[in-house]
């Protein structure tokens, strides 16, 4: 039988294998990752934990299909017709201009996935500070909670502009999905959360405090809610604009620069106009793609740049025709005419005012040189494929303008006039008199020649007589054109669904909500579709 | 040696031709006389041997014996009672006997007139030895699902990597050629698409040591070995749902001493042409009104950038040697191919050592074994061969446009993605060099007879070093400014494996049982560095000097480095039975842990058990039909079988520095979650029933087996979308779906024609496939998703190409069906209602399914032809009951994109009725039937007669043409394309064409 003991011990060696731990020892280890629970935050470590709220806001703003795009695609101003390179894109840019959106439509689907992105990393961070995770005391910690419920408020206003019936949710800890509220319900809490945070917010306005969501930024997202109060909740609030518009310019902190230009240049992070922006960097901070969209890919001669465009998007020319001629506005705010060729001096390209028809089904094909380019923000010499200017989310102008139309809603047109003229004078510099809007001007209609275009002609012209107000928003376009706002604009002087421009039909107000894209309906079963989609 | 390596690589190919065609020649010139030499021999011998030739294991005689004097023609055929009679030149001269289905015998005249022989049936019946997980069997135990190729059913002829061997040699395992780039491996797929997110590639186990397809050199493979079930697989537990395909290297027999020399050459051209304007047809065109621009040149790009024919040689030394009590192999292959492109080429050498030692009478068994393996090749950028953009840009460039000015500037248009093809290339230059060291050992202990104790240890080191630059003449610099480029990078990988086994093997009177335990410790760990930089005072560093460019200095380059590691660790046990050959059983179990899985789920547990009857053992069978029936057997087997996540860590809450945000003057890093954690993140699990029917018939002249077999997925990876809150993000990796994979195999070898002079050997395999995803939903995770999209035209056309539905099979095409052409050239649609509307008024609820990218059936059919001393294989292979979408006819069959060069078809009625008139889109016209018949490969060879030079023992030469005929209606350069993943049947436009290869070859032993 010793065999027979040879044979089992030969197997048994196997036996102990089994108990000795090195030998089953399963542990990962990370290298060149970070695992959570080697991580304890210091207060040393605030800087990098605030960062994620803000970074997504780059791509928000300026990124490929992004808010640019959900604010001007849908709206008078700016097109994106197909041309010979492409830009047909499976439909996406006609049905923007269109509204023909389903749920699965990118651009609000993108505006959606930031917000909640900066939501749900602001609850991850104040509830962080709040368990002492992230260890924080005395008045930093109540102005970072100030601030990081600010953003997450502003965030939310966004959402209540855009998607309208929105979750809220608040409590990080929470793992349930979120319950869906009203508008009217997400309205209440974006301004009470803004109201209540108000008196712990940061007031400093430098270089320490610029790109961060200050008690200014609070003020003007307070403002707009109550500027757009009749859309989001079908009560006018008027009156609640002023005192925060006022707040801001009574402040002393901010300036109408003389120049108009100064805070779109690529480094307008001096201007004394900006509010709130969103920094960007060609190398460090980038995503910035919105220049690459609208440029010829000759461009890059003309400006030497280190990228060749793809562009693309341009203006309505029955917009640009509403410029007045000594209006230097037009100038700063569009890529015109012959382009030169920055080496030689050779002609390169020549960009016309004029556009054949979105293309693909509704006409012939813009070609590469039809339509002029967004040029607002500086694009520079040796451009990369990203900028470093950074996106104005909030600035002076519009704080008086906001205060005008509140005034002129409110019955003191005369009060407004004098505000409006403010703005327009440095755009006027040489022929001051032109400035100058009286009250009676601001009751006046839109001149905006709005009606089907096609091959250079507006085809049964509808004007813009017949809307209220409709010079103020002329003005609106013509101080704040490729803003990222003439979608929420046009909406509140009620011309996003009666209107008809470009290949563009009247449609109806259930598109001034987009629907709930199709993955948060698809995932969280406590979500109904907006009504219409 | 790395400047010999690319010299004859790239420069000295022209002249190695020569040599080896004057080499040929001069083999020729020698082995002629001895060849002629051969009737007067038959005249001159005065010896008559005669006998009768029987089966050692029956007695019977043996008819149809073939019986010749070693290295001559002379000799016949034993008659019906197993006589013959042979007229012998000396007693010097060897007789051999052979005999398909028998062991060849060689007897030494000498001194013997009458000479009886006995045959043994040789050993490619039941007591084959075949390859299993964890050591051999004999064919006749085996109740799994087991395909075995041996070296002479080898595809021959250029061979890329140890899949393309056995291409067509057996079913359920598809293998195909799908790209003609030489540095790329042939695709492989088994029995179905079984996951969605997990990796799909078989496991490759090399002499017990796991690798890939082309670790060794093909010329230097022995045998393969294919586990196709589940039951078969289940010892290799989480690694095993794809198959596993073990490969055994050539190794010393008894008291040989060989030197074997192979070198083949073969030439390539493209497998057929697409047909693009030329300067004429431009020319043409623009008279006709059409807006295209005449530069006043005449420029074919394609052949600017393209070799005239490339060429590509292969070289394989072998020694053996076997003596007492050692033995060792040594093996030294180099191949250096050419691509069809310009600069395109791949050049790998392998040296392979193996030595085994025995000691203790056999009680200790010693094995070593090294293999090393270079490879380099011309990149194109970072970590691939060459760049097809260049391709793509050939294809459109304007054909009246030139290359060069006057002034020798390459001449650059500004027009969007398109590049001067000939500068692009041109201004490139790079280098990948691969290194591959794997060192094994094992030793045997045997303590008593049948009792083997052995332990495995084998550590293999991979290192690549990378890079690439582009000079300030190339477009980064003349459009994009960079003012040149390059690039480097480093990676490295390292397995360790550590195994110990015991096995043992008893008989209870007709009862016979194999035992088999086991351990297994696997760690692999990879690194990288990965850096690019620009702004270069000079072109004349290229890559090797990275630090000389601006760029990294002012913070605009990337620089990365990374390492991980994982870890796999299993215990197995296994155990056969057989009673009298007749009733079979096996079952085994494995329990593995990796380290990849989330802490609750490490550990995991794969069983199998299979059984078989052979039911012509039984006495039944034997008293009926036991003249001709050699083998009947049943087989069923069940099994279960895993796939690990692709990468480690991603059970695990992380966090990660990234992107930068701008705080108190400065942009710092933040800190975020990388990733949505999921703890209970385990193996997918298959599990697999198997029932199989094999015979064979006429001693072994027909043979067949059958498979049939369902696969069942659960517990499926797939990146769930998941709410925002609560999660972090908006996906996350989860064991949630199911898919089922059914199918039947067929495998069948005839022996039609077995004469002396001329044998004819044939065999075909059938296999089809039916797939479901059943679910993407389980108990934590519901989905109100009933499909998802994957695989995409890109720009312009932006579009997805496939869509997955729940109860559909997986590579379903998705998109408008076009039926029709208006009269404005624009696309009539036909909605899934049957309606037809202009392409314009449609919406995407109007898409349909267009096809299917995987082919339901699959089929192969090989010839072995011999006719004295010249043999020809014929491989055939086809597909059938699939669709390709043609993205060439997508992008270039459209008349109205005149900036880019483009099919002559595009001016072809569509319809019958005009020509078209529509933007680009991705419509059924483009997506056409992929069935093809390939006669595949013909190899004709021939077998020197070597009997009067006695340095020699044997000598063939060889012509072989691979990708020869395709029969197709397929409209795109080779209907065999991309057959895996979740988007198949995409015949991208940039794709590598595949090539039609002539080779040259010769094989020596000594």
């Known amino acids: ?533 | 040696m790395k400047d010999n390596f690319s010299e004859t690589g790239k420069i000295g190919t022209r002249r190695n031709w020569f040599l080896l065609l004057m080499g040929l020649g001069y083999l020729c010139s020698i082995f002629t006389p001895g060849f002629a030499s051969m009737h007067g021999q038959a005249m001159a011998q005065q010896i008559t041997v005669s006998g009768v030739v029987t089966d050692a294991s029956s007695g019977e005689s043996l008819p149809g014996v073939s019986v010749f004097l070693r290295g001559t023609n002379t000799g016949g055929v034993t008659d019906i009672n197993g006589r013959y009679t042979i007229n012998a030149g000396s007693a010097a001269d060897v007789l051999v006997f052979s005999f398909v289905g028998y062991d060849t015998q060689e007897i030494l005249v000498g001194n013997q007139r009458t000479l009886n022989v006995a045959l043994e049936p040789s050993v490619t019946a039941l007591d084959e030895i075949v390859v299993i997980g964890y050591g051999t069997q004999r064919r006749g135990d085996i109740t799994g699902s087991v395909s075995s190729v041996g070296q002479d059913d080898f595809q021959r002829g250029s061979v890329r990597d140890a899949a393309q061997l056995i291409q067509g040699r057996t079913a359920g395992l598809r293998v195909g050629v799908t790209s003609g780039d030489p540095t790329a491996s042939a695709q492989i797929s088994l029995r179905g698409i079984t996951t969605l997110r997990g990796d799909a590639s078989p496991l490759v186990i090399i002499d017990g040591v796991p690798g890939s397809l082309s670790t060794v050199a093909p010329e230097d493979i022995e045998a393969i070995d294919i586990l196709k079930d589940g039951a078969a697989a289940a010892i290799y537990g989480t690694r095993g749902t794809n198959g596993v395909i073990l490969i055994t290297t050539r190794r010393a027999k008894k008291d040989v001493s060989t030197i074997e020399f192979s070198s083949y050459l073969g030439i390539q051209s493209i497998a057929s042409q697409l047909e693009f304007l030329d300067a004429e047809d431009y020319r043409r065109l623009i008279g006709e009104g059409y807006g295209f621009i005449d530069h006043g040149y005449s420029t074919d790009w394609l052949s600017e950038v393209t070799r005239g024919n490339p060429v590509n040689h292969t070289h394989n030394l072998l020694l053996q040697g076997a003596s007492g009590n050692s033995d060792y192999t040594a093996s030294l292959n180099y191949r250096s191919w050419e691509g069809l492109f310009a600069k395109s080429d791949n050049n790998v050498m392998t040296l392979r050592l193996d030595a085994n030692h025995s000691m203790f009478n056999d009680k200790l068994r010693l094995n070593m074994n090294m293999i090393s393996r270079n490879q380099e090749f011309w990149t194109g950028g970072d970590g691939y061969s060459f760049n097809t953009y260049v391709y793509r840009q050939a294809l459109i460039r304007n054909p009246t446009d030139r290359p060069m000015d006057d002034d020798g500037n390459w001449i650059e248009r500004d027009i969007y993605f398109y590049d001067n093809p000939s500068a692009y290339l041109q201004e490139t230059d790079g280098l990948n060099e691969r290194r591959n060291l794997r060192m094994a050992g094992s030793a045997i202990f045997t303590p008593i007879k049948d009792l083997n104790m052995k332990l495995l240890v084998s550590r293999s080191a991979n290192t690549e070093l990378r890079g690439f630059a582009q000079t300030k003449r190339h477009v980064s610099t003349t459009k994009y400014g960079r003012n040149g480029f390059a690039s480097r990078g480093t990676s490295a990988s390292e397995d360790f494996l550590g195994e110990f086994t015991t096995d043992y093997r008893f008989e209870l009177g007709d009862h016979r049982f194999t035992a088999l335990g086991g351990y297994s410790f696997q760690e692999r760990m990879w690194e990288g560095f990965w850096m690019q930089n620009w702004d270069f005072p000079t072109d004349l560093y290229t890559y090797n000097n990275m630090g000389a460019g601006d760029a990294l200095t002012r913070g605009e380059a990337p620089i990365s480095s990374n390492k991980s590691s994982s870890r796999l660790i299993g215990f197995f046990g296994r155990v056969n039975y057989n009673y009298k050959d007749k009733y079979l059983l096996m079952a085994s179990l494995r329990r593995e842990g990796s380290s990849r899985f989330g802490a609750d789920h490490q550990w995991g547990t794969f069983p199998s058990v299979s059984a078989g009857w052979r039911i012509s053992h039984e006495p039944f069978m034997q008293d009926r039909f036991g003249e001709i029936l050699d083998n009947l057997m049943l087989r069923l087997g069940y099994g279960v079988t895993g796939i690990e996540p692709s990468s480690p860590y991603l059970s695990l809450t992380t966090l990660s520095y990234g992107d930068r945000f701008f705080y108190q003057g400065e942009w710092i890093q933040g800190l975020a979650p990388g990733q949505n954690p999921n703890p209970n993140l385990r193996w997918e699990q298959k599990e697999e029933v198997n029932l199989g029917l094999e015979f064979s018939l006429f001693n072994h002249r027909i043979g067949a087996s059958f498979d049939v077999y369902r696969r069942y997925t659960t517990d499926m990876l797939w990146n769930f979308t998941v709410p925002v809150p609560p999660f972090l993000y908006g996906s996350m990796l989860a064991n949630v779906g199911e898919v089922e994979n059914y199918g039947f195999e067929a495998f069948l070898t005839f022996v039609p024609v077995r004469t002396r002079d001329f044998q004819w050997k044939t065999n075909m395999s059938y296999s089809t496939n039916t797939n479901t995803l059943v679910t993407l939903s389980d108990d934590t995770f519901q989905t109100d998703y009933d499909f998802f999209y994957d695989g995409h035209t890109g720009e312009p056309v932006q579009e997805y190409t496939h869509r997955i539905e729940i109860g559909g099979p997986i590579g379903n095409f998705w998109g408008y069906k076009s039926v029709d052409i208006d009269d404005n050239g624009r696309w009539i649609i036909e909605k899934p209602d049957g309606t037809r509307v202009p392409m314009d008024q449609t919406t995407p609820d109007d898409k349909q399914i267009l096809g299917n990218g995987i082919p339901n059936h699959v089929v192969s059919w090989n010839h072995q032809f011999s006719y004295k001393r010249f043999d020809l294989d014929v491989s055939m292979r086809g597909a059938f009951g699939y669709q390709i979408l043609n993205f060439t006819r997508l992008y270039y069959e459209n008349p109205r994109v005149t900036q880019y060069n483009m099919l002559k078809s595009a001016f072809d009625d569509v319809y019958g009725k005009r020509v078209l008139n529509n933007d680009l889109a991705l419509v059924s016209h483009y997506i056409e039937n992929g069935d093809y018949w390939k006669i595949d490969n013909i190899a004709l060879g021939y077998n020197f007669n070597v009997q009067s030079i006695s340095a020699i023992s044997s000598a063939r030469v060889y012509v072989a043409a691979q990708n020869f005929i395709t029969i197709t209606g397929y409209k795109g350069i080779d209907p065999e394309v991309n057959f895996s993943g979740l988007s198949p049947g995409s015949d991208h436009r940039d794709k590598y064409p595949t090539t039609r290869t002539v080779t040259l070859g010769v094989n020596v032993r000594f």
């Open chain 1, 1 to 533: 039988m010793r065999k027979l003991r040879i044979i089992i011990s030969s197997f048994l060696v196997l036996i102990p294998l089994v108990f000795t731990p090195s030998c089953t020892d399963l542990e990962e280890t990370m290298y060149s990752g970070l695992a959570a629970q080697d991580f304890q935050a210091t207060a040393d470590d605030l800087a990098s934990l605030l960062g994620p709220v803000y970074v997504p806001m780059r791509a928000m703003m300026m990124g490929w299909q992004g808010y640019f795009d959900v604010m001007e695609e849908p709206a008078d101003i700016v097109v994106t017709p197909a041309r010979p390179n492409g830009w047909y894109d499976g439909g996406t840019y006609h049905r923007m201009h269109r509204h023909e959106w389903t749920f699965t439509q990118w651009q609000p689907t993108n505006l959606w996935n930031n917000c909640w992105r900066i939501i749900n990393t602001a609850n991850r961070v104040i509830y962080q500070i709040e368990t002492d995770d992230i260890p924080l005391e005395g008045q930093i910690r109540s102005k970072t909670l100030a601030e990081l419920r600010g953003v997450r408020a502003w965030a939310y206003y966004i959402l209540v502009d855009s998607h309208g019936n929105v979750p809220i949710a608040t409590d990080f800890s929470d793992p349930d999905p979120p319950l869906q509220y009203t508008r009217q319900e997400v309205f209440n809490f974006v301004e009470s959360e803004l109201l209540a945070v108000l008196p712990d917010m940061e007031e400093e306005v430098s270089t320490a405090t610029y790109g961060r969501f200050t008690k200014w930024s609070a003020h003007m997202t307070l403002a707009k809610l109550y500027l757009n109060a009749q859309v989001y909740t079908g009560t006018p609030r008027w009156n609640d604009v002023v005192p925060h518009v006022d707040a801001v310019i009574n402040s002393g902190k901010f300036i109408l620069e003389p120049n108009y230009k100064t805070s779109f240049l690529t480094e307008n992070s001096g201007s004394g106009e900006i509010i709130w922006s969103v920094p960007y960097d060609d190398v460090l901070a980038t995503q910035w793609s919105q220049h690459m969209k609208t440029l010829n890919p000759n461009h890059r001669l003309v400006l030497n740049m280190e990228a060749q465009p793809w562009g693309g998007s341009c203006g309505v020319p029955p917009f640009i025709d509403t410029y007045d001629e000594d209006d230097t506005r037009k100038a700063d705010t569009w890529i015109m005419g012959p382009q030169y060729n920055y080496t030689t001096g050779e002609l390169v390209l020549t960009y016309d005012n004029y556009l054949p028809s979105m293309g693909g089904d509704y006409g012939p094909l813009a070609t590469m040189e039809n339509g002029y380019r967004l040029g607002k923000y500086e694009i520079r010499v040796g451009a990369r494929s990203s900028m470093s200017n950074d996106f104005v989310i909030f600035r002076y102008a519009d704080a008086l303008m906001m205060k005008a139309e509140a005034l002129l809603r409110s019955g003191n047109a005369e009060g407004a006039a004098t505000l409006v003229t403010q703005v327009r004078e440095r755009a006027f510099r040489d022929n001051p008199a032109k400035a100058v809007v009286t009250g009676a001007e601001l009751l006046e209609g839109s001149s905006y020649n709005y009606g089907w275009y096609l091959e250079g002609q507006v085809i049964n012209p509808e004007g813009g007589d017949d809307i209220q107000y409709g010079r103020f928003l002329d003005e609106l376009g013509w101080e704040f054109a490729l803003e990222a706002r003439r979608r929420q604009d046009l909406i509140r002087f009620g011309v996003f669904h009666t209107k008809t421009w470009m290949n563009h039909n009247p449609t109806n107000l259930t598109k001034a909500i987009f629907p709930i894209p199709e993955a948060a309906m698809l995932t969280n079963p406590n979500l109904q579709q907006n009504p219409g989609y």
